[in-house]
């Protein structure tokens, strides 16, 4: 004989239910930035003719990426929470997905500049950290990504040195947080080196004017090592770390001002590494630049299996950093590039770029340009997100996209409309580890992006 099911029956529930109640710090971020107000004075697309504004088609897309949702046809799904959305942000309805796929067509560069110009805007109002230390260097980090495609014929995919079908994003992130400056999405077979002066230039002009020029300390790959590198560094005012690329004759400038023979380099406990300096004119550069060195000598694979004959790794850097920053010092600072991979990681799985949705490379920029904003803005809300009660308030602490995604948004919460109030009741658990409401308070301190 057959047991009753002693589990639950689903039945349909009359109260207005929300999964994502904490999209609501998020609005409210949106709402005392005045961003809907940056949108309308910055981008002025055609004409709409079936009467929803340009902000009710980009808002609930800039929500979506923010909740990890990167598909047009994700907003059917928000449009359920129309009633949240309208309490929110004051929307009605939302323009279907093929419509908003359709206007984006439209844009062109000129409005991808003014979405990259109001994105830039949200960091004026953030803290942005400079490296430990004395000199105080706020970090400057490019650094070129690749965004692997499915579609062969989407326009600008296209076959990269690994073989795959791929975009080749590049990204401007400043500061320990990692706020995204600037970004370019290009085809797979450019590579960014070839304009990345330009790249340079424009992602200066959109530095918040807050950041000082003399203390920023702009960091590249070997992948960027060019003289337009050094120089659009040099005319911004800026310091930088460029790791060179290998060849025969850096070799020989190092062998040349090693303190010690190669062949008494000694292994210890940590790795010997040696430390050094020198001028050079690389071919094509017209005047010396300053290079330090970092030889690395390895005596095992670091599974204990020992070398008969010690590896040995040169390091080398260009740089204009002063005299008084020692090599080593140098090659620490430089170390600190690896914010810039967390910062692409973040965006390509955080918050689930690298599948850009549409079949027009225009509109997949548009949708790169939204998603490097909505990346903004929750490092931003997560700034407001603080340890400790309002009279003894920690500093602000850096977490991780992810993390402010499934603590801060993604919460159940019945919406109550009782005495004229609008209320989210939330679990007991949610409400007294986050405080929300002093978060809240925190953003109600922030300044509109715009006068």
């Keep these: 004989m057959v047991k009753d099911n002693l589990g639950f029956e689903f039945a349909a529930a009359r109260q207005v239910l929300t999964s994502v109640a904490g999209l609501e710090l998020l609005a409210s971020l949106i709402r005392q930035l005045d961003l809907i107000r940056a949108i309308r004075s910055e981008i002025r697309v055609k004409k709409i003719d079936y009467g929803f504004r340009e902000e ?45 796929a359709m206007h984006l067509e439209k844009y062109g560069k000129e409005h991808i500049a003014g979405l990259k110009r109001v994105g830039a805007k949200v ?92 203390k920023l300390l702009c960091r590249y790959d070997a992948g960027l ?24 004759a850096l070799d020989r400038m190092v062998n040349h001002n090693l303190d010690v023979d190669v062949l008494d380099l000694k292994v210890t406990k940590f ?19 300053r290079f330090v060195f970092c030889v690395q000598i390895k005596g095992d694979d670091g599974k204990g299996q020992q070398f008969l004959i010690n590896d040995v790794v040169y390091h080398i850097l260009a740089t204009n950093l002063p005299k008084e920053v020692t090599p080593r010092r140098a090659f620490e600072l430089y170390r600190g590039r690896g914010a810039a991979e967390e910062a692409n990681k973040e965006l390509k799985h955080d918050l689930d770029l690298e599948r850009l949705p549409s079949q027009t490379f225009s509109v997949n920029e548009v949708f790169l ?29 850096r977490r991780r996209i992810k993390t402010i995604q499934d603590y801060l948004l993604r919460s159940a919460a019945i919406v109550v409309n009782h005495a004229r109030k609008c209320q989210l009741k939330v679990n007991a658990w949610w409400l007294e580890k986050l405080r929300p409401n002093q978060i809240q308070a925190r953003i109600g301190r922030l300044q509109p992006i715009i006068g």
């Design 56 to 100: 009710e088609h980009l808002i609930p897309l800039l929500l979506n990426i923010a909740l990890r949702r990167t598909s047009f046809t994700d907003i059917a799904w928000l449009a359920h929470e129309e009633k949240l959305l309208k309490k929110m942000l004051g929307f009605g309805k939302l323009p279907k997905e093929r419509a908003v």
């Design 123 to 214: 960091i004026s109002q953030a803290t942005i950290t400079a490296e430990s230390g004395d000199e105080g260097y706020i970090p400057f980090d490019v650094d070129p990504s690749i965004f692997e495609q499915f579609a062969p014929k989407r326009e600008g995919v296209e076959t990269t040195y690994n073989g795959k079908l791929c975009y080749t994003p590049v990204f401007a992130v400043v500061g320990r947080e990692r706020f995204c400056v600037n970004h370019w999405l290009l085809p797979g077979r450019e590579k960014a080196v070839e304009r990345i002066d330009e790249f340079i230039r424009e992602s200066m002009d959109l530095l918040p004017a807050s950041v000082a020029r003399d």
């Design 369 to 397: 340009t939204l998603g490097t904003m909505a990346y903004n803005l929750l490092i931003l809300l997560g700034q407001q997100w603080r340890d400790g009660s309002e009279a003894a308030e920690a500093a602000p602490v």
């Design 225 to 248: 090592y060019s003289i337009k590198t050094v120089k659009a560094s040099e005319e911004a005012g800026a310091y930088y770390l460029v790791k060179a690329r290998t060849s025969a």
């Design 271 to 289: 790795g010997g590494e040696y430390y050094g300096e020198f001028e050079y004119i690389p071919d094509g550069w017209k005047s010396p630049r």
